[in-house]
Structures are given as structure tokens and as C-alpha cells.
């Protein structure tokens, strides 16, 4: 079940203000305090997001990243051995290989 961050508008509310809660996502929000009974709203807090970091760790994961240097020209920073370096938009045997990067 996902935890909800609520904050209480009573300044002398025992939880200090903040609190965490856990309930279903189906069950409505909180508008009491459970520790002092004041008015409370819930608090929108940014999602932590994992994002590898680093153009080998991304090679590492299996990843291609082209970082476009020219009109139609991209370049393969996660270029693998077997792989060329630029990928030219009207060449289709210089794209990834993304099937060698990619297991079952």
C-alpha cells in the first residue's frame, strides 16, 4: 500500500506537523489529524526516479543512446564493439543492434 505525506494545520499538534500515513489508494484522502483531531491536507512529494548514470552504465543496461551531431547523422555514445559509431539516417546497417543488446 502506497504511504501518503499529510500535514497538519494545528501548530501544536504532537506529530509535529508532518505525518506519515498508509492506506489504500482507493480510500479517500485524510482530513482530520488521528494525533490532535485539527484540519490536515495531504502533501504532493516528487516520485524518486532511478536514471543510470552515465553513458556505460546506460551500454551496461542494454541501452543506445544517439546524441544527433549533424542532419541525419547521429552518434552512438553507447556504441558497443560490434557497432558502428555514427548512425546515418538513409544507412539502416549503421542503427544499433538492438537484438545483440537485448536477451531474453
Known amino acids: 500500500m502506497p504511504a501518503y505525506v499529510y500535514e497538519c494545520a494545528n501548530p501544536a499538534c504532537p506529530s509535529g506537523g ?12 485524510l482530513s482530520v489529524c488521528p ?17 543510470p548514470a552515465g553513458d556505460a552504465k546506460l551500454r551496461d543496461l542494454g541501452f543506445a543512446k544517439l546524441v544527433r551531431r ?23 546497417d549503421t542503427m544499433p543492434d538492438i537484438r545483440r543488446r537485448v536477451g531474453d
Not at 508532518?18 to 484522502?29: C, K, L, P, Q, V
Not at 494525533?35 to 536514471?51: D, K
Open 18 to 29: 508532518i505525518f506519515t500515513e498508509t492506506h489504500s489508494i482507493r480510500d479517500n484522502a
Open 35 to 51: 494525533h490532535c483531531g485539527g484540519r490536515v491536507e495531504r502533501v504532493v512529494c516528487p516520485v524518486g526516479l532511478a536514471v
Open 70 to 92: 549533424d542532419k541525419g547523422v547521429y552518434e552512438n555514445v553507447t556504441a558497443m564493439d560490434h557497432e558502428s559509431r555514427y548512425y546515418r539516417a538513409n544507412r539502416p
